[in-house]
């Protein structure tokens, strides 16, 4: 019914990395039906939420037949699982520098489910977040709920009546070349923190002064730009310009 094989788009991230933290993901199957999924954890990084996004969808449709495509905006876990971890296993679970491969344990989860389902039926897909790609739109709310512990109705039903674009997919997928830290596996540094309390945004240098900020209003906003064009993405997905902060 769609004319594509299954689609899933995941997300996944944490407000204080470590801190509360959430997971989604939408998964989109040839017969037109959708089932979204989410969850949430304290204690936890940006990385280790994006990478049970991952898992917990493939997880999903074991035993469900078919190639995967898989969308998401974490240039950590595409490189991951598409280069670094024949690497990482050759040395066991070291990085070249010969120190431990962060978050093993959920890296060799979605090993296993890649190899349970033959990795070569699974196709990899960079989406960059807060560019108004739909799927990658959703699955951002839904992990942003859950690390909030917000509450969200998850759709499960058929496609014609889902209400979202989900199927209108970017076209240059192509994962962006990549930094020092990331090739050494290590989280990147946030180029700003920003965050909106009543109906006012403001930019931040550190996690510690968004967080207090934030503390304690329910309905406030918040997120880590990585670059000044994701900065201005994320302002304009809130309905604000850069000139507002």
């Known amino acids: ?23 989604g993901a939408v998964i989109v199957t040839p017969e037109g039906r959708v089932t979204e999924l989410g969850g949430g954890a304290t204690d936890v990084t940006n990385n280790q939420m994006e990478l049970t996004g991952v898992i917990e969808a493939l997880k999903a449709l074991q035993g469900t037949l078919g190639e995967v495509a ?20 050759r040395r ?7 120190t431990d491969v962060l978050n093993r344990e959920l890296w060799e989860r979605l090993s296993h489910l890649a190899d349970e389902r033959d990795a070569a039926t699974i196709a990899w897909h960079y989406v960059r977040g807060h560019t ?13 709920a859950f690390g909030l512990n917000r509450s969200i109705d998850l759709y499960d039903g058929p496609l014609t009546e889902y209400g979202r674009s989900i199927l209108d997919l970017p076209d240059d997928t192509a994962v962006p ?24 945004p403001v930019r931040h240098a550190t996690w510690p002064e968004c967080e207090r900020r934030v503390r304690g209003h329910s309905r406030a906003l ?24």
């Open 92 to 98: 066991g679970w070291r990085t070249t520098d010969g």
């Open 70 to 89: 898989i969308y998401m905006d974490s240039t950590y876990v595409i490189n991951g699982i598409t280069n670094w971890i024949w690497g990482w296993r």
């Open 222 to 245: 918040y997120k880590k730009a990585m670059s000044r064009a994701d900065e201005v993405a994320i302002l304009r997905a809130w309905n604000f310009e850069p000139g507002d902060v």
């Open 177 to 200: 070349p990549r930094t020092a830290s990331v090739l050494a596996g290590q989280p990147k540094r946030a180029y700003s923190y920003l965050s909106v309390v009543d109906g006012k």
């Open 132 to 144: 108004g790609v739909s799927g990658n739109e959703r699955v951002d709310e839904i992990a942003t």
């Open 1 to 23: 019914m769609s004319g594509h094989g299954i689609v899933v788009f995941t997300d996944g991230g944490a407000k204080g990395n470590p801190g509360s933290g959430g997971w």
